[in-house]
Every structure is written in structure tokens, then in C-alpha cells.
């Protein structure tokens, strides 16, 4: 899933995607001296990592429904952010439901600097038609 989450980021935009470049996949994040007693963790892996305004996007699949993980995943985002680091995350359900993840995809585009004139027209239903696409052999 955060494959074809990716390929929503980096696809041209005249294909429904943000046309992002530069981005890393399983990014690994130090935890320095400022965020060493908020985690027991020495390190994070991010699914998606956009180093230009270093916002690390995590995709929370069935994996992070268990309550334990929840806790986790709230102690991960506090440390990244008491380093410096956004921290974005979209649930399975958000992928899955088109409202939503274009209100996330607009999070990110407005994070990126990506200005609505530097879209194609019918940007949103070609959006569309490529999260579908992606999601095609998942639902």
C-alpha cells in the first residue's frame, strides 16, 4: 500500500499524480538529544519522507490498529516533531474513501507549495481515475 501510495506522489500531475521529485522511501530518522527521552526508540523508518520540508508521511495500515501500536505511533510522532519534522498520516479507510484522501492530498500539496494554477485541468478527476488505479487488486 505505501507503493501505491507513492506512486499518488510522484506520477505527473497531467496523470492525476503531485509530480513530486526527491522524495525517500523508508527514510531513517536519528533520534537526537532533544527527542531522547520522549521515545525509547534510536531511530525511525518513515514510509514516505519529503527531505525539501521534512515531512515524514506514514501510511497506517491494519497493522496500526492495535491499541499498543496506536501508543507507539503517538510517542513516534511526538519525538519527530520535537526534532523538527512534520508528520502526516492517512489510515487504510482514507486511502479507500475518495473525499478523504483528496482533503489529505490537498494537505500535502499545499505543504509542497504546489499552487492549484500549476495543475492540469480536470486535476481532481484525474486524481481520481489514479487512486483508483492503484487501488484496483487491494479493495
Known sequence: METAFVMMLVMPKREGG????????????????????????SCFYCDVYLP????????????????????????????LRAMGHGVMAIRRWGFFNRAVFGRFM?????KMGISPAALPDEFELRQEELRRFVLRRMA
Not at 521534512?54 to 519525538?79: K, P, Q, S, T
Open 18 to 41: 503531485l509530480g513530486i521529485r526527491g522524495l525517500e522511501m523508508d527514510y531513517r530518522i536519528e533520534v537526537n538529544a532533544r527527542a531522547r527521552h520522549l521515545t525509547a526508540r
Open 106 to 110: 490537498l494537505c500535502i500539496r499545499r
Open 52 to 79: 525539501r520540508i521534512h515531512l515524514d508521511i506514514e501510511y497506517h495500515g491494519f497493522f496500526h490498529d492495535d491499541e499498543m501500536r496506536a501508543v507507539e505511533d503517538d510517542e513516534r510522532e511526538r519525538a
